[in-house]
Each structure stands twice: as C-alpha cells, then as structure tokens.
C-alpha cells in the first residue's frame, strides 16, 4: 500500500524492484568483498589448520552478516524516503 492508502501504482511497483534489485545486487558484491578480503590469507599462505577454519568460518559469518544489515539499510532508507504528495510538484518550505 502506498502512503495515501490506495494501491500502489506502476511507477511505485517499478520503484520497489528497482530498490530491491540495488539492495540485492550491492549487498551481494560488498559481502563478496569482505568474504575475499577475511579469507584471501588463507588462501594465499600456507596456515595452520586452527587459523585457516578461523579465517573460513569468520568470512563466512562476516558476509552473511553484512548481506542482511546491507539489504535491511537499503529498504529502510526507500521505505522512508518522502514521496511527494503532487507527483511533479515540490514542497514550498524546500
């Protein structure tokens, strides 16, 4: 339901996926990144056995951890975005 208590048009239904797309998308790549930089050690160096499931295990929890607080961040941020109550119009106080 949109703010003013209708459906939600077109335009707001193509907004939503687009957000959820963004929120997806950038969520996946900044979890990939933190997943190689925590596991990239063990990777290249040859550890021992307790750092190397250390490493592993923390990359994992860290990427998982920050896929959900990224894509949770980014849908807040939309839902609370202000939408204008006369598409085209600004408000006069801005």
Known sequence: ????????????QDAFVVEVGYALFSALLAAGVVFGAV????LLFDLPGAVDSLLWQAGKWLAVVLFAVRVISVLVRFRRAAQPSQPGRTNPDS
Not at 1 to 12: I, N, P, Q, V, W
Not at 39 to 42: F, L, R
Request: proline share 6%; glycine share 18%; net charge positive.
């Open 1 to 12: 339901m949109s703010l003013h208590g209708g459906r939600r048009t077109k335009a707001e």
């Open 39 to 42: 596991v990239g050690p063990a």
